[in-house]
Protein backbone atom coordinates (compact mmCIF):
# COMPACT_ATOMS: atom_id res chain seq x y z
CA UNK A 1 0.00 0.00 0.00
CA UNK A 2 0.96 3.79 0.07
CA UNK A 3 2.47 5.31 2.47
CA UNK A 4 2.07 9.12 3.59
CA UNK A 5 5.08 10.55 1.83
CA UNK A 6 3.62 9.18 -1.52
CA UNK A 7 -0.26 9.68 -0.27
CA UNK A 8 0.94 13.70 -0.55
CA UNK A 9 3.09 13.16 -3.82
CA UNK A 10 -0.08 11.72 -5.19
CA UNK A 11 -2.12 14.74 -3.56
CA UNK A 12 0.92 17.17 -5.09
CA UNK A 13 -0.20 15.98 -8.71
CA UNK A 14 -3.98 16.83 -8.31
CA UNK A 15 -3.33 20.15 -7.55
CA UNK A 16 -1.10 20.66 -10.32
CA UNK A 17 2.23 20.71 -8.54
CA UNK A 18 3.53 17.64 -9.76
CA UNK A 19 3.48 15.27 -12.91
CA UNK A 20 1.83 11.95 -13.15
CA UNK A 21 4.17 9.24 -14.90
CA UNK A 22 1.85 7.73 -17.22
CA UNK A 23 -1.36 9.72 -18.41
CA UNK A 24 -3.84 7.54 -20.55
CA UNK A 25 -5.91 9.82 -22.36
CA UNK A 26 -8.89 9.55 -24.74
CA UNK A 27 -9.61 6.80 -22.75
CA UNK A 28 -13.27 4.61 -23.47
CA UNK A 29 -13.26 2.91 -20.04
CA UNK A 30 -15.88 0.35 -18.13
CA UNK A 31 -16.80 2.20 -14.86
CA UNK A 32 -17.50 -0.43 -12.65
CA UNK A 33 -19.59 1.07 -10.44
CA UNK A 34 -22.15 3.22 -13.09
CA UNK A 35 -21.76 -0.14 -15.09
CA UNK A 36 -21.55 1.84 -18.00
CA UNK A 37 -18.95 3.13 -20.56
CA UNK A 38 -17.12 6.72 -19.68
CA UNK A 39 -14.78 8.94 -21.25
CA UNK A 40 -11.86 10.56 -19.84
CA UNK A 41 -8.20 10.24 -19.21
CA UNK A 42 -7.06 8.40 -16.48
CA UNK A 43 -3.71 9.82 -14.24
CA UNK A 44 -0.87 7.42 -13.02
CA UNK A 45 1.81 7.73 -10.87
CA UNK A 46 3.28 4.51 -10.06
CA UNK A 47 0.98 2.02 -9.43
CA UNK A 48 -1.71 3.92 -8.01
CA UNK A 49 -4.50 5.57 -10.46
CA UNK A 50 -4.41 9.68 -9.26
CA UNK A 51 -7.51 10.54 -11.58
CA UNK A 52 -10.09 9.05 -14.04
CA UNK A 53 -12.13 11.32 -15.68
CA UNK A 54 -12.47 14.36 -17.87
CA UNK A 55 -9.70 16.37 -17.53
CA UNK A 56 -6.21 16.14 -17.71
CA UNK A 57 -3.33 17.25 -16.04
CA UNK A 58 -2.01 20.73 -15.76
CA UNK A 59 1.53 19.60 -14.98
CA UNK A 60 2.99 16.90 -17.86
CA UNK A 61 6.30 16.98 -17.79
CA UNK A 62 8.34 13.97 -18.19
CA UNK A 63 4.76 11.74 -17.75
CA UNK A 64 4.02 8.94 -20.17
CA UNK A 65 1.52 10.05 -22.81
CA UNK A 66 -0.21 6.64 -24.23
CA UNK A 67 -3.72 7.61 -26.45
CA UNK A 68 -6.15 4.91 -25.94
CA UNK A 69 -8.36 6.15 -28.88
CA UNK A 70 -10.46 3.29 -30.47
CA UNK A 71 -9.71 0.86 -27.07
CA UNK A 72 -12.06 -0.51 -24.92
CA UNK A 73 -10.50 -0.27 -21.24
CA UNK A 74 -11.52 -2.64 -18.73
CA UNK A 75 -10.21 -3.12 -15.18
CA UNK A 76 -7.85 -6.19 -14.75
CA UNK A 77 -9.18 -9.30 -14.67
CA UNK A 78 -9.29 -11.22 -10.99
CA UNK A 79 -9.21 -14.80 -10.80
CA UNK A 80 -11.06 -15.98 -7.84
CA UNK A 81 -10.10 -19.26 -6.74
CA UNK A 82 -6.95 -20.38 -8.35
CA UNK A 83 -5.05 -23.34 -7.54
CA UNK A 84 -1.61 -21.90 -9.03
CA UNK A 85 0.19 -25.59 -8.32
CA UNK A 86 -0.65 -27.37 -11.22
CA UNK A 87 2.82 -28.31 -11.95
CA UNK A 88 3.21 -24.52 -13.19
CA UNK A 89 4.26 -22.51 -9.92
CA UNK A 90 2.67 -19.22 -8.56
CA UNK A 91 4.95 -17.19 -10.19
CA UNK A 92 5.41 -18.49 -13.81
CA UNK A 93 1.74 -18.97 -13.64
CA UNK A 94 1.11 -15.42 -12.72
CA UNK A 95 3.34 -14.63 -15.71
CA UNK A 96 1.58 -16.11 -18.51
CA UNK A 97 -1.54 -14.90 -17.06
CA UNK A 98 -0.54 -11.33 -16.40
CA UNK A 99 -0.43 -11.26 -20.23
CA UNK A 100 -3.51 -12.18 -20.93
CA UNK A 101 -4.89 -9.42 -18.79
CA UNK A 102 -5.37 -11.54 -15.51
CA UNK A 103 -3.20 -9.55 -13.16
CA UNK A 104 -4.98 -10.81 -9.60
CA UNK A 105 -5.01 -14.22 -7.84
CA UNK A 106 -7.10 -15.90 -4.96
CA UNK A 107 -4.99 -18.93 -4.83
CA UNK A 108 -4.91 -21.95 -2.47
CA UNK A 109 -2.65 -22.10 0.01
CA UNK A 110 -2.59 -26.39 0.41
CA UNK A 111 0.26 -26.57 -1.26
CA UNK A 112 2.84 -24.43 0.67
CA UNK A 113 0.83 -25.58 3.80
CA UNK A 114 1.72 -28.97 3.65
CA UNK A 115 5.10 -28.49 1.78
CA UNK A 116 6.62 -25.98 3.90
CA UNK A 117 6.24 -24.44 7.97
CA UNK A 118 4.41 -21.19 7.63
CA UNK A 119 7.95 -18.92 8.00
CA UNK A 120 9.03 -20.42 4.28
CA UNK A 121 5.53 -20.21 2.91
CA UNK A 122 5.42 -16.46 3.75
CA UNK A 123 9.09 -15.96 2.81
CA UNK A 124 7.91 -17.10 -0.47
CA UNK A 125 4.45 -14.97 -0.42
CA UNK A 126 6.19 -11.66 0.70
CA UNK A 127 8.14 -12.45 -2.71
CA UNK A 128 5.59 -12.74 -4.71
CA UNK A 129 3.97 -9.94 -3.45
CA UNK A 130 6.70 -7.95 -4.97
CA UNK A 131 5.71 -8.74 -8.71
CA UNK A 132 3.24 -6.84 -10.75
CA UNK A 133 0.95 -8.60 -10.08
CA UNK A 134 -1.71 -8.87 -7.04
CA UNK A 135 -1.80 -12.10 -4.69
CA UNK A 136 -4.39 -12.87 -2.15
CA UNK A 137 -4.86 -16.04 -0.79
CA UNK A 138 -6.96 -18.40 1.03
CA UNK A 139 -6.23 -20.83 4.39
CA UNK A 140 -7.13 -24.16 3.96
CA UNK A 141 -9.13 -26.36 7.24
CA UNK A 142 -8.13 -29.38 6.12
CA UNK A 143 -5.74 -31.28 3.70
CA UNK A 144 -8.52 -32.82 1.72
CA UNK A 145 -7.29 -36.60 2.49
CA UNK A 146 -6.45 -38.92 5.08
CA UNK A 147 -2.95 -37.98 6.86
CA UNK A 148 -1.30 -39.95 9.16
CA UNK A 149 -0.82 -37.10 10.69
CA UNK A 150 -3.37 -34.65 10.25
CA UNK A 151 -4.23 -32.86 13.85
CA UNK A 152 -0.56 -31.88 13.98
CA UNK A 153 -0.37 -30.28 10.71
CA UNK A 154 -3.56 -28.67 10.50
CA UNK A 155 -3.93 -26.89 13.76
CA UNK A 156 -5.30 -23.37 14.88
CA UNK A 157 -1.95 -22.10 15.84
CA UNK A 158 -0.49 -22.38 12.32
CA UNK A 159 -4.38 -21.82 11.01
CA UNK A 160 -4.71 -18.60 12.87
CA UNK A 161 -1.19 -17.34 10.87
CA UNK A 162 -2.17 -17.42 8.18
CA UNK A 163 -6.04 -15.59 8.89
CA UNK A 164 -4.04 -12.88 10.45
CA UNK A 165 -2.20 -12.25 7.12
CA UNK A 166 -3.87 -9.28 5.47
CA UNK A 167 -3.39 -10.91 1.82
CA UNK A 168 -5.57 -13.93 3.20
CA UNK A 169 -9.18 -13.11 2.63
CA UNK A 170 -10.40 -16.39 2.32
CA UNK A 171 -11.10 -19.45 4.82
CA UNK A 172 -11.59 -23.03 2.59
CA UNK A 173 -12.20 -24.37 0.46
CA UNK A 174 -14.40 -26.57 2.86
CA UNK A 175 -13.68 -30.24 1.18
CA UNK A 176 -13.79 -31.90 4.68
CA UNK A 177 -17.12 -30.22 5.29
CA UNK A 178 -18.77 -33.35 6.72
CA UNK A 179 -16.55 -33.09 10.04
CA UNK A 180 -17.71 -29.46 11.23
CA UNK A 181 -21.25 -31.31 10.94
CA UNK A 182 -19.57 -33.51 12.90
CA UNK A 183 -18.15 -30.91 15.63
CA UNK A 184 -14.71 -31.29 15.02
CA UNK A 185 -13.14 -29.06 16.70
CA UNK A 186 -10.26 -27.84 15.25
CA UNK A 187 -12.50 -26.40 12.06
CA UNK A 188 -14.98 -25.32 14.22
CA UNK A 189 -12.56 -22.84 15.99
CA UNK A 190 -10.61 -21.91 12.52
CA UNK A 191 -13.98 -21.46 10.86
CA UNK A 192 -14.63 -18.68 14.17
CA UNK A 193 -11.35 -17.73 13.88
CA UNK A 194 -11.56 -16.79 10.14
CA UNK A 195 -15.10 -15.39 10.54
CA UNK A 196 -14.19 -12.80 13.19
CA UNK A 197 -10.99 -11.85 11.18
CA UNK A 198 -13.57 -10.59 8.48
CA UNK A 199 -12.55 -13.46 6.10
CA UNK A 200 -15.24 -15.21 3.66
CA UNK A 201 -15.30 -18.71 3.85
CA UNK A 202 -15.81 -20.87 0.66
CA UNK A 203 -17.87 -24.08 0.08
CA UNK A 204 -17.00 -27.52 -1.83
CA UNK A 205 -20.45 -28.76 -1.94
CA UNK A 206 -20.67 -30.79 -4.99
CA UNK A 207 -24.35 -32.21 -5.75
CA UNK A 208 -25.19 -30.52 -2.53
CA UNK A 209 -28.75 -30.58 -1.15
CA UNK A 210 -31.02 -27.89 0.17
CA UNK A 211 -30.76 -29.04 3.38
CA UNK A 212 -26.61 -28.99 3.11
CA UNK A 213 -26.94 -26.32 1.84
CA UNK A 214 -29.30 -24.40 4.84
CA UNK A 215 -26.92 -26.11 7.23
CA UNK A 216 -23.16 -24.87 6.00
CA UNK A 217 -24.51 -21.78 5.86
CA UNK A 218 -25.64 -21.54 9.19
CA UNK A 219 -21.89 -22.90 10.14
CA UNK A 220 -20.78 -19.33 8.34
CA UNK A 221 -20.19 -20.64 4.68
CA UNK A 222 -20.71 -17.44 2.35
CA UNK A 223 -20.03 -18.78 -1.11
CA UNK A 224 -19.81 -22.14 -3.34
CA UNK A 225 -17.92 -22.82 -6.69
CA UNK A 226 -19.16 -26.39 -7.01
CA UNK A 227 -22.64 -25.63 -9.00
CA UNK A 228 -22.90 -28.05 -12.39
CA UNK A 229 -26.18 -26.70 -13.49
CA UNK A 230 -28.17 -23.71 -13.50
CA UNK A 231 -30.66 -25.07 -10.57
CA UNK A 232 -27.65 -25.71 -8.98
CA UNK A 233 -26.90 -21.91 -9.08
CA UNK A 234 -30.38 -20.62 -8.37
CA UNK A 235 -30.79 -22.79 -5.10
CA UNK A 236 -27.58 -21.39 -4.24
CA UNK A 237 -28.56 -18.49 -4.91
CA UNK A 238 -31.66 -18.83 -2.96
CA UNK A 239 -29.98 -19.33 0.36
CA UNK A 240 -28.09 -16.69 -0.29
CA UNK A 241 -24.87 -17.85 -1.57
CA UNK A 242 -21.87 -16.01 -3.64
CA UNK A 243 -21.90 -18.43 -6.74
CA UNK A 244 -18.60 -18.83 -8.53
CA UNK A 245 -18.86 -20.50 -11.53
CA UNK A 246 -16.50 -22.97 -13.39
CA UNK A 247 -14.77 -23.93 -16.39
CA UNK A 248 -11.98 -26.05 -15.56
CA UNK A 249 -10.19 -29.14 -17.56
CA UNK A 250 -12.51 -31.75 -15.65
CA UNK A 251 -15.50 -29.35 -15.38
CA UNK A 252 -15.98 -27.08 -18.21
CA UNK A 253 -19.85 -26.32 -16.75
CA UNK A 254 -19.76 -22.44 -17.39
CA UNK A 255 -21.21 -22.47 -20.81
CA UNK A 256 -24.03 -24.10 -21.04
CA UNK A 257 -24.83 -22.77 -16.94
CA UNK A 258 -24.60 -19.38 -18.43
CA UNK A 259 -26.41 -20.17 -21.45
CA UNK A 260 -29.65 -21.26 -19.06
CA UNK A 261 -29.33 -18.62 -17.22
CA UNK A 262 -29.85 -16.06 -19.99
CA UNK A 263 -32.84 -18.19 -21.68
CA UNK A 264 -33.84 -17.85 -17.56
CA UNK A 265 -34.24 -14.25 -17.75
CA UNK A 266 -32.36 -14.06 -14.69
CA UNK A 267 -30.85 -10.82 -13.59
CA UNK A 268 -27.92 -12.30 -11.45
CA UNK A 269 -24.83 -11.38 -12.72
CA UNK A 270 -24.13 -8.98 -10.14
CA UNK A 271 -23.83 -11.72 -7.63
CA UNK A 272 -21.75 -14.63 -9.83
CA UNK A 273 -18.27 -14.64 -10.55
CA UNK A 274 -16.06 -17.15 -12.67
CA UNK A 275 -13.31 -19.41 -12.06
CA UNK A 276 -11.04 -22.00 -14.03
CA UNK A 277 -10.58 -23.38 -10.94
CA UNK A 278 -7.25 -24.80 -11.02
CA UNK A 279 -7.36 -26.17 -14.95
CA UNK A 280 -3.70 -28.12 -15.66
CA UNK A 281 -1.70 -26.24 -18.32
CA UNK A 282 -2.61 -27.00 -21.71
CA UNK A 283 -6.46 -25.81 -20.84
CA UNK A 284 -4.96 -23.01 -20.47
CA UNK A 285 -3.29 -22.91 -24.18
CA UNK A 286 -6.30 -20.54 -25.18
CA UNK A 287 -6.81 -18.00 -22.15
CA UNK A 288 -7.35 -18.15 -18.46
CA UNK A 289 -10.00 -15.03 -17.37
CA UNK A 290 -10.28 -14.23 -20.53
CA UNK A 291 -11.28 -17.56 -21.81
CA UNK A 292 -13.76 -17.27 -19.01
CA UNK A 293 -15.38 -13.94 -20.25
CA UNK A 294 -15.08 -14.78 -23.64
CA UNK A 295 -17.44 -18.12 -22.95
CA UNK A 296 -19.96 -15.51 -20.97
CA UNK A 297 -19.61 -13.30 -24.05
CA UNK A 298 -20.53 -16.73 -26.14
CA UNK A 299 -23.52 -17.25 -24.18
CA UNK A 300 -25.31 -14.35 -24.87
CA UNK A 301 -24.20 -12.36 -21.20
CA UNK A 302 -24.21 -8.72 -21.81
CA UNK A 303 -20.60 -7.49 -22.13
CA UNK A 304 -20.12 -5.61 -19.27
CA UNK A 305 -21.78 -7.93 -16.75
CA UNK A 306 -19.36 -10.71 -18.48
CA UNK A 307 -16.37 -8.19 -17.77
CA UNK A 308 -17.78 -7.29 -14.01
CA UNK A 309 -18.13 -10.99 -13.21
CA UNK A 310 -14.58 -11.33 -13.46
CA UNK A 311 -12.91 -7.84 -11.93
CA UNK A 312 -15.66 -5.58 -9.62
CA UNK A 313 -18.24 -8.81 -8.80
CA UNK A 314 -14.61 -10.48 -7.25
CA UNK A 315 -13.32 -7.71 -5.82
CA UNK A 316 -16.40 -6.18 -4.02
CA UNK A 317 -17.49 -9.74 -2.76
CA UNK A 318 -13.79 -10.12 -1.18
CA UNK A 319 -13.81 -6.24 0.43
CA UNK A 320 -11.15 -5.23 -1.99
CA UNK A 321 -12.92 -2.92 -4.23
CA UNK A 322 -11.14 0.12 -3.02
CA UNK A 323 -7.98 -1.08 -4.56
CA UNK A 324 -9.24 -3.42 -7.28
CA UNK A 325 -11.63 -4.05 -10.00
CA UNK A 326 -12.57 -0.09 -10.64
CA UNK A 327 -10.79 1.89 -13.15
CA UNK A 328 -10.99 5.14 -10.63
CA UNK A 329 -9.01 7.64 -7.83
CA UNK A 330 -6.78 5.09 -5.45
CA UNK A 331 -7.28 2.22 -7.15
CA UNK A 332 -3.74 0.19 -8.35
CA UNK A 333 -3.37 1.13 -12.11
CA UNK A 334 -4.04 -2.15 -13.41
CA UNK A 335 -6.19 -1.83 -16.76
CA UNK A 336 -6.49 -4.61 -19.74
CA UNK A 337 -6.86 -2.09 -23.39
CA UNK A 338 -9.25 -3.86 -25.99
CA UNK A 339 -10.04 -3.72 -29.37
CA UNK A 340 -13.60 -4.43 -28.82
CA UNK A 341 -15.71 -5.15 -25.78
CA UNK A 342 -16.45 -8.58 -27.44
CA UNK A 343 -12.92 -9.79 -27.75
CA UNK A 344 -11.87 -9.76 -24.04
CA UNK A 345 -8.06 -10.29 -25.16
CA UNK A 346 -5.81 -7.42 -24.34
CA UNK A 347 -3.68 -5.99 -26.88
CA UNK A 348 -1.98 -4.06 -23.72
CA UNK A 349 -1.73 -4.74 -20.32
CA UNK A 350 -1.15 -2.32 -17.63
CA UNK A 351 -0.32 -4.17 -14.06
CA UNK A 352 0.19 -2.16 -10.52
CA UNK A 353 1.49 0.57 -13.37
CA UNK A 354 3.89 -1.69 -15.08
CA UNK A 355 3.45 -2.56 -18.41
CA UNK A 356 3.29 -6.50 -18.79
CA UNK A 357 1.96 -6.63 -22.82
CA UNK A 358 2.38 -3.69 -25.56
CA UNK A 359 1.17 -4.17 -28.89
CA UNK A 360 0.68 -7.76 -28.27
CA UNK A 361 4.16 -8.59 -27.33
CA UNK A 362 5.51 -8.69 -23.60
CA UNK A 363 8.01 -6.54 -21.85
CA UNK A 364 8.69 -8.01 -18.55
CA UNK A 365 9.64 -11.08 -16.91
CA UNK A 366 8.87 -12.29 -13.64
CA UNK A 367 11.88 -13.71 -11.56
CA UNK A 368 11.98 -12.40 -7.98
CA UNK A 369 11.29 -15.60 -6.34
CA UNK A 370 13.94 -17.75 -4.48
CA UNK A 371 12.85 -21.23 -4.93
CA UNK A 372 15.52 -22.68 -3.32
CA UNK A 373 13.37 -21.75 -0.41
CA UNK A 374 11.54 -25.25 -0.82
CA UNK A 375 13.66 -28.47 0.46
CA UNK A 376 14.94 -30.50 -3.20
CA UNK A 377 13.16 -34.03 -3.92
CA UNK A 378 15.87 -36.00 -2.70
CA UNK A 379 14.70 -39.02 -1.78
CA UNK A 380 17.37 -41.63 -0.19
CA UNK A 381 16.14 -44.94 -0.44
CA UNK A 382 16.11 -47.02 -3.46
CA UNK A 383 12.89 -49.32 -4.20
CA UNK A 384 13.43 -53.13 -4.86
CA UNK A 385 11.66 -56.24 -6.26
CA UNK A 386 10.48 -56.64 -2.81
CA UNK A 387 8.69 -53.84 -2.72
CA UNK A 388 6.37 -54.85 -5.54
CA UNK A 389 6.32 -58.64 -4.36
CA UNK A 390 2.41 -58.62 -2.85
CA UNK A 391 -0.86 -56.67 -4.73
CA UNK A 392 -3.98 -57.15 -2.89
CA UNK A 393 -6.77 -58.34 -5.42
CA UNK A 394 -8.70 -55.36 -4.66
CA UNK A 395 -8.13 -51.95 -5.79
CA UNK A 396 -9.39 -49.18 -7.56
CA UNK A 397 -11.44 -48.79 -10.31
CA UNK A 398 -11.79 -45.32 -12.28
CA UNK A 399 -15.26 -44.14 -13.46
CA UNK A 400 -13.68 -41.35 -14.64
CA UNK A 401 -10.88 -38.82 -14.38
CA UNK A 402 -11.27 -38.05 -11.17
CA UNK A 403 -14.29 -40.64 -9.49
CA UNK A 404 -13.12 -43.84 -8.42
CA UNK A 405 -15.17 -47.20 -6.98
CA UNK A 406 -13.72 -50.12 -5.48
CA UNK A 407 -13.19 -53.48 -7.00
CA UNK A 408 -12.18 -56.99 -6.86
CA UNK A 409 -9.78 -58.67 -9.32
CA UNK A 410 -9.52 -62.01 -10.28
CA UNK A 411 -5.87 -61.46 -11.58
CA UNK A 412 -2.86 -63.34 -10.45
CA UNK A 413 -0.32 -60.23 -8.86
CA UNK A 414 2.35 -62.97 -7.91
CA UNK A 415 4.02 -62.57 -11.50
CA UNK A 416 5.88 -59.52 -13.27
CA UNK A 417 3.70 -58.40 -15.66
CA UNK A 418 -0.27 -57.62 -16.25
CA UNK A 419 -1.45 -58.75 -20.03
CA UNK A 420 -1.30 -55.48 -22.06
CA UNK A 421 -4.58 -54.99 -23.71
CA UNK A 422 -6.87 -55.46 -20.30
CA UNK A 423 -7.29 -52.28 -18.20
CA UNK A 424 -5.69 -53.40 -15.16
CA UNK A 425 -2.60 -52.06 -13.42
CA UNK A 426 -0.50 -52.50 -10.25
CA UNK A 427 -0.61 -49.46 -8.21
CA UNK A 428 1.52 -48.31 -5.48
CA UNK A 429 1.53 -44.55 -2.67
CA UNK A 430 5.13 -44.54 -1.70
CA UNK A 431 6.42 -42.17 1.38
CA UNK A 432 8.87 -39.59 -0.12
CA UNK A 433 10.70 -40.17 2.83
CA UNK A 434 10.33 -44.41 2.00
CA UNK A 435 8.87 -45.28 5.45
CA UNK A 436 5.56 -47.07 4.10
CA UNK A 437 3.80 -48.23 1.10
CA UNK A 438 0.60 -48.82 -0.34
CA UNK A 439 -0.10 -51.64 -2.99
CA UNK A 440 -2.94 -52.04 -4.71
CA UNK A 441 -4.58 -52.40 -7.85
CA UNK A 442 -6.56 -49.60 -10.69
CA UNK A 443 -8.33 -50.50 -13.33
CA UNK A 444 -9.39 -48.11 -15.81
CA UNK A 445 -5.90 -46.08 -16.27
CA UNK A 446 -4.75 -47.89 -19.03
CA UNK A 447 -4.19 -50.82 -21.37
CA UNK A 448 -0.84 -50.49 -21.99
CA UNK A 449 1.55 -48.61 -19.64
CA UNK A 450 4.35 -50.17 -18.64
CA UNK A 451 5.56 -48.17 -15.57
CA UNK A 452 5.00 -44.76 -14.74
CA UNK A 453 6.41 -42.87 -11.52
CA UNK A 454 5.05 -39.20 -10.50
CA UNK A 455 6.00 -37.57 -7.36
CA UNK A 456 3.18 -34.58 -8.54
CA UNK A 457 0.39 -35.60 -5.87
CA UNK A 458 -1.83 -34.35 -3.60
CA UNK A 459 0.81 -34.49 -0.49
CA UNK A 460 3.57 -35.09 -2.30
CA UNK A 461 4.12 -38.97 -2.15
CA UNK A 462 5.48 -40.73 -4.71
CA UNK A 463 2.66 -42.82 -7.15
CA UNK A 464 3.85 -46.07 -9.60
CA UNK A 465 1.50 -47.24 -11.87
CA UNK A 466 2.02 -49.78 -14.21
CA UNK A 467 1.69 -53.23 -16.02
CA UNK A 468 5.18 -54.26 -15.88
CA UNK A 469 7.54 -53.91 -12.02
CA UNK A 470 10.59 -54.11 -13.63
CA UNK A 471 9.19 -51.04 -15.80
CA UNK A 472 7.93 -49.22 -12.72
CA UNK A 473 10.90 -49.59 -10.54
CA UNK A 474 12.74 -48.01 -13.33
CA UNK A 475 10.72 -45.00 -13.55
CA UNK A 476 10.92 -44.58 -10.38
CA UNK A 477 14.52 -44.21 -10.84
CA UNK A 478 14.21 -42.13 -13.69
CA UNK A 479 11.79 -39.50 -11.87
CA UNK A 480 14.73 -39.45 -8.94
CA UNK A 481 17.24 -38.23 -11.41
CA UNK A 482 15.18 -35.57 -12.44
CA UNK A 483 14.67 -34.39 -9.33
CA UNK A 484 10.83 -35.04 -9.20
CA UNK A 485 8.60 -35.18 -12.26
CA UNK A 486 5.95 -36.92 -13.92
CA UNK A 487 8.13 -40.53 -16.19
CA UNK A 488 6.59 -42.73 -18.27
CA UNK A 489 8.26 -45.75 -19.23
CA UNK A 490 8.40 -48.40 -22.42
CA UNK A 491 10.72 -50.95 -23.68
CA UNK A 492 13.43 -49.78 -21.18
CA UNK A 493 13.36 -46.09 -22.52
CA UNK A 494 11.53 -42.33 -21.27
CA UNK A 495 8.71 -41.90 -23.47
CA UNK A 496 7.87 -38.69 -21.87
CA UNK A 497 8.23 -36.91 -18.81
CA UNK A 498 7.69 -33.41 -16.82
CA UNK A 499 10.46 -32.43 -15.15
CA UNK A 500 9.18 -30.97 -11.59
CA UNK A 501 12.49 -29.80 -10.09
CA UNK A 502 10.71 -27.64 -7.35
CA UNK A 503 10.02 -29.78 -4.41
CA UNK A 504 9.38 -32.26 -6.71
CA UNK A 505 5.78 -31.14 -7.78
CA UNK A 506 6.54 -27.66 -9.17
CA UNK A 507 8.03 -27.00 -12.48
CA UNK A 508 10.55 -24.42 -12.93
CA UNK A 509 9.87 -23.89 -16.89
CA UNK A 510 7.38 -21.05 -18.16
CA UNK A 511 3.74 -21.83 -19.06
CA UNK A 512 4.59 -22.13 -22.72
CA UNK A 513 7.34 -25.05 -22.40
CA UNK A 514 5.33 -26.75 -19.51
CA UNK A 515 2.29 -27.03 -22.06
CA UNK A 516 4.34 -28.40 -24.66
CA UNK A 517 5.72 -31.25 -21.98
CA UNK A 518 2.12 -31.61 -20.46
CA UNK A 519 0.70 -32.62 -23.76
CA UNK A 520 3.31 -35.14 -24.73
CA UNK A 521 2.97 -36.99 -21.44
CA UNK A 522 -1.26 -36.77 -22.29
CA UNK A 523 -0.36 -37.78 -25.63
CA UNK A 524 1.59 -40.78 -24.55
CA UNK A 525 -0.86 -41.84 -22.23
CA UNK A 526 -4.14 -41.64 -24.49
CA UNK A 527 -1.82 -43.50 -26.93
CA UNK A 528 -1.56 -46.39 -24.30
CA UNK A 529 -5.30 -46.60 -23.17
CA UNK A 530 -6.02 -43.52 -21.03
CA UNK A 531 -9.72 -43.01 -22.14
CA UNK A 532 -10.57 -40.03 -20.05
CA UNK A 533 -9.84 -36.02 -20.10
CA UNK A 534 -6.88 -35.08 -17.68
CA UNK A 535 -4.52 -37.59 -16.28
CA UNK A 536 -2.68 -35.29 -14.17
CA UNK A 537 -5.90 -34.28 -12.08
CA UNK A 538 -6.21 -38.48 -11.81
CA UNK A 539 -2.86 -38.39 -10.49
CA UNK A 540 -3.94 -35.75 -7.87
CA UNK A 541 -6.91 -36.72 -7.29
CA UNK A 542 -6.20 -40.55 -6.09
CA UNK A 543 -5.57 -39.30 -2.49
CA UNK A 544 -8.22 -37.25 -2.36
CA UNK A 545 -11.41 -38.31 0.35
CA UNK A 546 -13.91 -35.28 -0.64
CA UNK A 547 -14.35 -37.87 -3.71
CA UNK A 548 -16.14 -40.71 -3.88
CA UNK A 549 -15.59 -43.68 -3.70
CA UNK A 550 -12.17 -44.83 -2.74
CA UNK A 551 -9.02 -43.42 -2.59
CA UNK A 552 -5.15 -44.93 -1.71
CA UNK A 553 -4.21 -42.53 1.37
CA UNK A 554 -1.15 -42.57 3.66
CA UNK A 555 -3.48 -44.84 6.06
CA UNK A 556 -4.16 -47.35 3.48
CA UNK A 557 -6.86 -48.28 1.20
CA UNK A 558 -10.10 -46.02 2.12
CA UNK A 559 -13.27 -46.17 1.81
CA UNK A 560 -14.63 -42.48 1.60
CA UNK A 561 -18.43 -43.02 2.05
CA UNK A 562 -17.80 -45.68 5.11
CA UNK A 563 -14.69 -43.63 6.40
CA UNK A 564 -12.68 -46.58 7.33
CA UNK A 565 -9.89 -48.05 5.76
CA UNK A 566 -9.96 -51.67 3.66
CA UNK A 567 -6.44 -52.24 4.63
CA UNK A 568 -3.40 -50.47 6.25
CA UNK A 569 -0.70 -49.28 4.94
CA UNK A 570 2.72 -51.16 5.13
CA UNK A 571 5.78 -49.95 6.62
CA UNK A 572 8.84 -50.90 4.65
Not at 189 to 213: N, V, W
Not at 414 to 441: C, H, I
Request: hydrophobic residues 40%; glycine residues 8%.
Amino acid sequence: MWNQKEIFEQIEIIDGKKSPTLVIQNATYLHSIFKKWMTGHIWIAGDRIIYAGPKMPVQLEGAEIVDAAGKRIVPGYIEPHVHPFQLYNPETFAQYAGRLGTTTFLADNLTFYMMLGNEKAFKIMDQLNDLPFAFYWWVRFDSQTVLQHEKELFNIKDIQEWIARKDVLMGGELTGWPRLLNGDRTMLDAMEAAKQAGKKIEGHFPGASDRTLARMKLLGTDGDHEAMTAEEVERRLLQGYAVTLRHSSIRPDLPVILRDIVESKWDVFDHLMMTTDGSTPSFHLDGVMDKCIQAALDAGVPPIDAYLMASYNVARYYGIDNIQGVIATGRYATLNFLDSDMNPVPTDVLSKGVWLLRDGQPTVSFDKVDWSIIPDFKPSFELTEHDLSDFPQVGIEMVNDVITKPYESNLDTKGDTLAAGQDESFLMLLDRQGAWRVNTLIKGFATHVQGMASSYSNTGDIILIGKDKKAMLQAFTEMKKLGGGMVLIEDGQVVASVPLPIGGGLSAENVEVLIRQEKELKDALAERGYGFGDAVYTFLFLQSTHLPYVRVTQNGLYNVLKNKVIFPVDGR
